[in-house]
């Protein structure tokens, strides 16, 4: 099975990582194995457990670091890694990093739906499993539909995609992308089309909600904390504003410490950082990353220290 795909951000990851050759480390995103491929050169004795909810992905990194014993494959959500590795008797690690989002194989591969450039089956289940983009487009209430299209995608002409989702529906049910596509098309004025595909935001929004991303995203930044030993690093690659907006707030409450008012003498509520920045800021892609891989141009990664 083809997998193709180019990691982002991989050296500031790596160095984000400050990897131990022979730590523990977990890569809950493991997709098309360019991170663990990276991680597992640099370690000697230690160990690697790579995560996917995708059985593509799982059976590609299997194949991809079948000979390397320091690799360990486990097919899973991420935001269950805590449990995952507590079932194999890890307790504690010494990173954990997370590439939100589609990954290049999903979106490359038409017949998985998360496409509006091919026509394909609208699926966009990253684990190929539960209700589909179809399920929802053609069963969610009109108001539903638009707090989706709004909210997860940041989508002003949100009313107006929703009431033709329903409009459409009632004529035939929504099966394909290019069916969606064409419907949100239509659904916004001529300059936006021109601008930008019409069906980017939607698309984007729909995948969200139909692989409950912002959820699992939550959980799963604390089930990776919770895992990690004092001074573990945990690095998160982001590609929109909502998923980088939950990891800039969590890592910043655990950096947190004394909140009692200003004008106390003395502290009396005993908060203690549990973590420091890294990085003050996200880091980006440098413009040599830029022209090899384009789909970086939105990347930001952000690293914190378990204290």
Request: hydrophobic letters at 40%.
């Amino acid at each position: 099975m083809s997998f193709s795909h180019i990691p982002v951000l991989l050296n500031e990851t790596i160095d984000g990582l400050n990897i131990k050759e022979n730590g523990i480390y977990v890569d809950g995103t493991a997709g098309g194995g360019g991170h663990s491929a990276e991680i597992l050169s640099h370690l000697k004795n230690g160990k690697l457990i790579s995560i996917d909810q995708d059985p593509d992905a799982i059976q590609h990194v299997r194949e991809r670091f079948k000979d390397n014993p320091n690799s360990i494959i486990v097919k899973g959500n991420f935001s269950d890694m805590k449990e995952l590795l507590n079932a194999r008797g890890i307790y504690c690690v010494d990173g954990v990093m997370l590439d939100i989002g589609v990954s290049s194989h999903q979106l490359d591969v038409a017949e998985r739906g998360f496409s509006f450039h091919e026509d394909a089956p609208l699926d966009m289940r990253m684990s190929q499993s539960g209700e589909s983009a179809a399920d929802l487009v053609n069963t969610l209430e009109y108001a539903e539909l638009a707090r989706i299209i709004n909210n997860y995608g940041e989508e002003k002409f949100a009313s107006s995609i929703a009431r033709n989702i329903v409009k459409a529906r009632q004529e035939k049910k929504i099966e394909t992308t290019l069916e969606l596509a064409e419907i949100i098309k239509n659904s916004v004025p001529q300059k936006v089309r021109r601008d930008t595909h019409p069906a980017r935001k939607t698309f984007q929004a729909l995948r969200i909600a139909v692989n409950k991303e912002l959820d699992v995203l939550e959980s799963g930044l604390d089930s990776a904390f919770e895992l990690l030993a004092s001074g573990g690093r945990l690095a998160v690659i982001t590609f929109h504003s909502l998923e980088d907006r939950i990891v800039k707030q969590k890592m910043a409450s655990w950096c947190v410490g004394c909140t009692c008012p200003k004008d106390f003498p003395v502290c009396v509520c005993g908060n203690k950082p549990k973590a420091k920045l890294v990085n003050r800021k996200p880091i980006v892609a440098t413009d040599s990353e830029l022209e090899l891989n384009v789909r970086s141009r939105s990347a930001k990664l952000r690293v914190c220290e378990k204290l």
